[in-house]
């Protein structure tokens, strides 16, 4: 008897570990595409899209080389929104988007190329980023973000 409970709940647990990894994998390709939508909204400077993204809340930090942004608001005001107002022929693109879920939480190591316009000339950008999410009321939301990047020209 004790055998076939040690075989059941051997079996049982395989299950759920299979389970939990595919709901870890769903999870992953669920990000992966919401990423890849939050760039083409900054390419279409969709902001009111883009702020249904970003979790709620001034604990919310997006920090991009030296500056940083206290919550949505704050970074579409005083940052992203001027930043794509001088921006002309503009494209955005995240690449090897490469989220770990752990529960209600996600980390997402990610590169970015950036080109555009501007006034003061051309400029293309290659850079490394790192997003948190956590999910919320069933959808995943950004948390935090930190990205980098340099000119190759």
Do not use: C
């Not at 995240?94 to 939480?105: D, N």
């Amino acid at each position: 008897m004790n055998f076939i409970r040690t075989v059941w709940s051997a079996l049982l647990m395989v299950f759920l570990s299979m389970h939990t990894a595919n709901a870890q994998s769903d999870d992953a390709q669920t990000i992966k595409a919401l990423l890849e939508t939050v760039a083409a909204y900054m390419q279409a400077g969709d902001m009111e899209s883009l702020g249904d993204v970003y979790a709620p809340g001034r604990g919310v930090h997006i920090i991009e080389g030296s500056g940083v942004n206290h919550g949505w608001d704050d970074y579409r005001d005083n940052h992203l929104g001027p930043e794509l107002n001088a921006y002309k022929n503009f494209t955005y693109k995240y690449l090897a988007i490469e989220p770990v879920v752990k529960g209600e939480f996600a980390f997402v190591a990610l590169r970015y190329e950036l080109t555009a316009d501007t006034d003061s000339g051309h400029i293309e950008m290659e850079g490394r980023g790192t997003t948190v999410l956590e999910k919320m009321e069933g959808r995943w939301r950004i948390v935090h973000t930190h990205t980098s990047g340099r000119r190759r020209n």
